[in-house]
């Protein structure tokens, strides 16, 4: 396929491929333990890192890596020391995190392409040293998620009774945070910052529409992702879109075509 | 005398405002049925959570197994199903089978593969509910749900299990089985129960202790026997032939 004769389309599909399985199984607990607000701010934070990066002179995707985890502590610190305040917290970390992008873009006028590429995802963007990265953080997020899988599910279904049989629910949920964090930050090469959370949400979304078991949730999730990047990297290379805004639309449409369905059988009408 | 399974001494709580808790001193002994009634809003689930160390008292002390509540580690001996089964998300897209099997994926339960599956079949069989194996918990009635629950809550074999009104939801037919099962392995298996209800008919039918929660007070009343439905009634100021018409 003329497709793959491209070195960084093949670069874009190998990183993409590795997003979207990350962040399709992250995302079914995200979903669960409603917290996509958190992936929010902890994208706006990564955006943050990015301009950080561009401005101080290091690499920024190391940038939106680092500063989405500080963020994931901050908003943990903030969620178990005030409790009540735990979405305000969110806000003005994701406010500030913007608010700190923007000042560090205007400060450093000269780099507004390259920030574009962050904003929206970018195909040939994707360096190789970013597939080192994206591999080797995605596949520990990956292995982590399998090794606390039994814990996440009970602090998922619920948080107390997850308490009361001895999981340590803080530090897996400090484990979690951060783990999320990496996801968005290595997705955010290829989806863009302001799109991941979708990335995140939306195969979640569909697999709870679908799945007849919590393990088929994972596996639905991780289907619908995958296709939606694969395909929406091949639109975006033929028709030359942003390959972050193509994918997303994709996945939203496979979340409406399944919503639709899944009415008209309520309804007995197929 | 063994340790007992439960003991608070002097525990006083507030949410902030005034106590809902003040100086409350209780014991639930191994293989007893301890059932704590009174009105809504008497604290009776925080004083069951309490004693299971998710609040943490203002004042006293709260041991499990002789234990205090903060260094205690052996969480395989208890389970907990907290009221309305708590915060459980209804879009929850796990079966019934894995919602059982997620009682053993605590601390001090290695169990995988061929044992599990075993342990989970028993506790289906032991709640009634293997039909229910494969069911989406989201797609079951209140009182079907609260039987999985059940179930996942005996699935570890723990010592002592914690019920936070579990029945509430459930039809008069399928109240009566869960507290036929519960007296069973109270009786046969010397399961120890504390147990919130609001059916005060049961509770001094089954328990051998009863504490009424009300005012900040908890009053223990053992020997079942000798107090009449009518004389808890009067303690918490409420009648029981009123509810039952409703
Ligand atoms: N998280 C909380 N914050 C503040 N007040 C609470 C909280 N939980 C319960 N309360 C209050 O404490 C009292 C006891 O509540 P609860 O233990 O749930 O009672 P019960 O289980 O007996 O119905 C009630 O007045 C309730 O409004
Ligand atoms: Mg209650």
Redesign the pocket.
């Known amino acids: 396929m003329e497709i793959f004769k491209y070195s960084f389309m093949v670069r874009a599909f190998a990183a993409g491929i590795a997003s979207a399985l990350v962040t399709s199984s992250i995302g079914v607990f995200v979903v669960l333990r409603r917290m996509s607000m958190v992936g929010d701010s902890l994208s706006h934070a990564s955006l943050a890192g990015v301009a950080a990066g561009m401005l101080f002179g290091f690499y920024p995707f190391y940038g939106a890596v680092a500063f989405s985890v500080l963020a994931a502590l901050l908003v943990e610190f903030v969620r178990a020391t005030f409790k009540r305040y735990a979405e305000i917290a969110l806000a003005v970390v994701m406010s500030a995190s913007m608010g700190a992008a923007v000042v560090m873009i205007s400060l450093g006028r000269s780099f507004n392409a390259d920030i574009f590429s962050y904003l929206f995802g970018s195909l040939m963007a994707v360096a190789e040293e970013d597939i080192k990265l994206i591999i080797i953080l995605g596949a520990f997020v990956l292995v982590a998620l399998y090794i606390l899988r039994r814990q996440l599910f009970s602090i998922a279904f619920d948080e107390e009774t997850a308490r009361v049989s001895g999981i340590p629910v803080n530090k897996v949920n400090v484990l979690f945070s951060i783990l999320t964090a990496l996801t968005l930050a290595i997705s955010v090469r290829i989806v863009g910052t302001l799109l991941v959370t979708a990335l995140l949400v939306i195969p979640a979304a569909v697999s709870l529409q679908l799945a007849r078991s919590f393990n088929s949730a994972i596996l639905i999730s991780n289907v619908v992702a995958v296709f939606s990047v694969v395909t929406g990297l091949c639109i975006s290379f033929y028709f030359d879109l942003a390959p972050g805004g193509t994918i997303v639309l994709i996945a939203s449409a496979v979340l409406f075509v399944v919503l639709i369905g899944k009415r008209r059988v309520g309804k007995g009408g197929i | 005398m063994d340790t007992p399974v439960v003991e608070l001494k002097d525990v006083s709580f507030s ?1 902030g405002g005034p106590k ?1 808790l003040e100086k409350v001193n209780i014991k639930v002994e191994k293989g007893d049925f301890f059932a704590l009634i ?1 009105p ?7 004083l069951m959570k309490i004693m299971l160390g998710l609040v943490v008292p203002d004042e006293g002390e709260v041991k499990l197994f002789g234990k205090n509540v903060k260094s205690f580690r052996q969480w395989h001996k208890i389970a907990y199903v907290p ?1 309305h089964g708590g915060q459980i998300n209804l879009s929850f897209p796990a079966t019934v089978r894995e919602v059982v099997a997620s009682g053993l994926f605590g601390k001090n339960r290695p169990l995988k593969g061929k044992s599990l599956e075993e342990a989970v079949k028993k506790a289906l069989a032991t709640v009634g509910i293997e039909h229910l194996a494969a069911r989406l918990i989201g797609e079951l009635s209140g009182g079907q749900r609260q039987k999985v629950l059940l179930a996942r809550c005996l699935v570890g074999n723990p010592e002592v299990v914690f019920l936070d009104e579990p029945t509430s939801g459930v039809d008069a037919e399928s109240q009566q089985e869960f507290y036929d099962l519960l007296d069973r392995l109270n009786k046969e298996r010397g399961l120890t129960v504390v147990m919130i209800t609001h059916d005060i008919g049961t509770a001094c039918g089954i328990a051998n202790k009863i504490g009424c ?1 009300k005012g900040g007070k908890v009053d223990i009343h053992e020997n079942t026997k000798d107090i009449t439905e009518d004389h808890i009634a009067e303690i918490m100021g409420y009648s029981i032939k009123k509810q039952r018409t409703k």
């Open positions: 949410y809902v009174g809504n809003g008497a604290a009776k689930t925080t009221q929660v």
